[in-house]
């Protein structure tokens, strides 16, 4: 019934963005990516996974994530199989809502469909914990990352090390950066100054100018925290 209803939706919303007086107004560019895939359905065209992806995408980007998670069940009610892209786009969608929930529950459905989560999407979920206040589901997730045998990138550390500076947990977020090197995980300039923040919150101001000095040596310019 619930696909039934998306497809339902979705079918509406299609017909709207195809009438020809229905220019996408401001900020309304999903419309136009919604009429060319109804577009493309209408001439019999093989509408492929890849088309959907970018739909959603489109939607994500004008705020529309309610729109972007229609499309996503619609997939399978065109036999199409969504895949580690299309989740990514609608958890994009989702977190850009700032829907949180949404974007866990998206995460956490992949399994049972068979997707395997990229860096990319294990760093959307990250950030998603964090922002519901959950930092001990966000350091799992990025050891989960890993034990996946993915290698995470500098956007997945600082995601999980602001996970830890939003939950106070200073020590933790000093624990990563140890372990991430010892692992040669990447940092940048954003990994510093999320550290940096933490210990001025906590007021360790000896941590930081060792931070400070050990940003020197590796011959990175500090920005103002």
């Not at 809502?97 to 995460?107: I, Y």
Request: overall charge positive; aromatic content about 8%.
């Amino acid at each position: 019934l619930e696909c039934s209803i998306s497809k339902f939706i979705v079918q509406c919303v299609l017909m709207r963005a195809a009438t020809p007086s229905m220019k996408p107004q401001k900020g309304q560019h999903w419309a136009l990516a919604l009429r060319n895939l109804i577009g493309a359905r209408d001439q019999r065209l093989d509408i492929k996974v890849a088309s959907f992806n970018s739909t959603i995408s489109t939607c994500g980007r004008s705020q529309n994530w309610a729109m972007s998670l229609h499309l996503l069940a619609s997939m399978r009610d065109f036999s199409l199989k969504s895949d580690v892209f299309s989740y990514g786009a609608a958890m994009s969608s989702c977190e850009r809502g700032q829907q949180w929930s949404l974007a866990l529950s998206l995460f956490q459905e992949m399994p049972e469909f068979a997707v395997a989560p990229n860096v990319i999407v294990f760093t959307t979920a990250i950030g998603a914990w964090a922002k519901g206040g959950m930092w001990e589901h966000s350091l799992w997730l990025f050891a989960d990352l890993q034990r996946q045998g993915l290698v995470p990138n500098a956007i997945a550390l600082n995601a999980t090390i602001s996970a830890t500076e939003a939950g106070h947990q200073w020590t933790q977020a000093l624990n990563l950066l140890c372990d991430a090197r010892k692992r040669r995980i990447d940092s940048n300039i954003v990994t510093f100054n999320t550290l940096l923040s933490a210990f001025s919150n906590h007021r360790d101001w000896l941590a930081s100018v060792a931070l400070m000095e050990d940003l020197h040596r590796q011959a990175l310019s500090a920005n103002n925290v």
